[in-house]
């Protein structure tokens, strides 16, 4: 960490150009997030929510404005430089928990790491991550088609950490689990938290949006 | 490395429909390597057939067929060389050895058996030119005794001495002529040598010259052309360069024709790579957003589509490979078997150096066709948006 906001939005617009015309998704989008934040992104379906993760995990570029991650300006960079700063700096965490169905639970863990780590290192990084997520060594195996939804949720967890990254960005995470379930992948994210990743985390739930310290609020591409 | 795993993995998945791509490339490669194996083993046959034919000149009498039409009515038109014309030729050979002869067929009989046999009526003293001898002796001039092909001898189990029929007489065995193989000149295995007195009278259907010194053979062809052709043309002069030229000639096309289609297979193989691979990257797009999405680098999600058409293109080409062992030996010994019958000396296959050679191109081509096949969808899935990737249902 340098002392700068993790993440910083300067007016920032993106509009798409579909054939019915233009549509605005964010429009004028100002904010800043420092290190160490639990941000919970509420709005109605629409309102721009997915648009802002993307642009904030580098998955997508504004149409006007600047975004800075730690300090630096992102619109200038290549798509492997992008790439690079998503692997080694930004987890994401999907509604659908998005496993490779062709991995086991721990070689799905182990791909962000293994594309620049060693097979031993991303082994042992994996195992070590899908321990502090609660996971049985027993499923660590298994394929994702096998495990619960709990269980795949944990597993997708413990992918976005498993390069130590600064930021997590979290799509509905409880969207596809049980109250039971939901609640205790709340509380394996709210531990991370404490221990110093900053989270930023889209969701309609106002009870989960009930873990994150702060509220942002988006109607029609705008914060209000 | 994870990227061959997930490659490999996906092509498991999809067993049924890996396995016939596959075989795509095995049909491919075995096309392509035995094809040319055959080929291989055809023109060493072939080759064979026109080995001994360095030191030959053939007059023959000029007919229409010569010049490509076979349809022009003097093609049917009977044409022989007279004592003169062949006067002429031995004038134009000068010391080189002139042998005429009354090529024909006549009825034959030993023991039960019967049919036509080719005929060869040559000087007496002109036998022992043209054919080593393998038992007995050269039939003499006005002698009633005749000598058989080593072939013919074999077949109706003849001896020096053996009676058989030819035509309405019945005549004695007096030698067996030694096993020579088809030149360009006579194909004496399978058929009766005579002394030309038998058919006295009779105009010759062809002259051979036999050269001593191979480096004349241009210039005493061209005298033969200057004596006998001078006002009209009366008879076609090939030498054993223009026969090798033809086989040589006849043998690319071979070989061309062959490997054209072995191409052509292996192109509507790799078109079934392409679209197999199509259909994974299709169904693979919301997977190809996730890992784009947590890390993998473009050339990374290109370079694993190319391994699963890598995977493919190899085991399809080992398999193709040993198969077209398999299959290229048994089409080149029935080759063999089939041109055996005419004599064609020779072993029985190309040697392993070429078939092993025919067989690594078929295998190379192979996996590069599956290779080349898996770019363009490679590409797309390596170009693919992450965010409507990962939106694909």
């Known amino acids: 960490m340098n002392g700068e906001p993790i993440i910083r939005f300067e007016d920032v617009s993106k509009v798409y150009s579909l054939p019915a015309g233009a549509v605005v998704a964010l429009d004028h989008v100002s904010l800043t997030v420092d290190a160490g934040e639990f941000i919970a992104v509420m709005g109605p379906s629409g309102s721009g929510k997915s648009t802002l993760l993307n642009m904030m995990g580098c998955l997508d570029v504004p149409t006007s404005g600047k975004i800075y991650l730690s300090g630096k300006e992102i619109s200038g960079m290549s798509d492997d430089d992008l790439t690079r700063l998503r692997r080694d700096h930004i987890g994401f965490i999907f509604q659908q928990f998005n496993l490779i169905p062709l991995l086991s639970a721990v070689e799905n863990v182990e791909f962000p790491v293994i594309l620049t780590a060693g097979r031993e290192e991303s082994r042992r990084r994996a195992t070590e991550v899908l321990r502090a997520m609660h996971l049985d060594d027993a499923l660590f195996s298994h394929k994702p088609g096998e495990l619960s939804g709990g269980e795949q949720q944990r597993v997708a967890i413990a992918r976005a950490l498993a390069n130590d990254p600064d930021l997590l960005l979290c799509d509905e995470p409880t969207g596809n689990l049980d109250t039971k379930t939901g609640t205790a992948i709340m509380d394996l994210l709210a531990a991370e938290n404490r221990r110093g990743k900053t989270i930023v985390m889209v969701t309609h739930d106002p009870r989960v949006a009930g873990y994150a310290r702060r509220r942002i609020q988006i109607v029609d591409g705008r914060l209000v | ?393």
């Open chain 2, 1 to 393: 490395m994870i990227l061959i795993d997930l490659a490999v993995r996906n092509l498991r998945r999809h067993a049924v429909r890996s396995v016939l791509a596959l075989v795509g490339i095995v049909i491919g490669v075995i096309a392509l390597a035995s094809l040319g194996i055959l080929g291989a083993s055809l023109s060493l046959l072939i080759g064979g057939l026109v080995s001994d034919v360095s030191d030959t000149i053939l007059v023959t009498p000029h007919v229409a067929a010569s010049s490509g039409d076979p349809f022009d009515p003097r093609t049917a038109l009977a044409s022989s060389l007279s004592d003169k014309d062949v006067a002429l030729i031995e004038k134009a050979a000068g010391q080189n050895r002139v042998i005429p002869m009354i090529r024909t067929s006549k009825r034959f009989r030993a023991d039960d058996a019967s049919g036509y046999v080719t005929v060869y009526a040559l000087r007496a003293d002109d036998i022992p030119s043209l054919l080593a001898k393998e038992a007995g002796r050269y039939p003499a001039p006005a002698s009633p005794g005749v000598m058989v092909g080593s072939l013919l001898a074999d077949e109706f189990d003849l001896h020096v001495g053996s009676r058989i029929e030819f035509g309405n007489e019945s005549v004695r065995v007096t030698g067996i002529a030694a096993e020579r193989g088809m030149g360009i000149d006579i194909y004496p295995d399978y058929a009766v040598i005579v002394t030309e007195d038998r058919y006295a009278g009779q105009n010759y259907g062809m002259v051979v010259v036999k050269v001593r010194d191979s480096a004349d053979i241009g210039e005493v062809k061209a005298a033969i052309d200057g004596q006998v052709n001078r006002r009209k043309e009366k008879v076609d002069v090939l030498d054993s360069r223009e026969v090798l030229q033809i086989y040589y000639e006849t043998r690319d096309a071979i070989s061309f024709f062959l490997l054209g289609i072995g191409a052509v297979s292996l192109a509507v193989a790799s078109v079934s790579i392409l679209n197999v691979m199509i259909i994974s990257v299709a169904e693979r797009r919301r997977e190809i957003g996730l890992m784009r999405s947590i890390g993998a680098q473009r050339h990374e999600v290109l370079v694993m589509f190319l391994y699963e058409s890598l995977a493919l293109g190899v085991a399809g080409s080992i398999t193709g490979g040993v198969a077209s062992a398999l299959v290229g030996y048994y089409a080149a010994a029935a080759a063999s078997e089939f041109f055996g019958g005419f004599g064609a000396p020779g072993g029985p296959a190309a040697p392993g150096a070429v078939v092993a050679g025919y067989i690594i191109v078929g295998m190379a081509f192979g996996i590069v066709a599956s290779v080349l096949a898996g770019l363009y969808p490679a590409w797309k899935a390596a170009t693919l948006n992450p965010i409507e990737a990962l939106r694909y249902e």
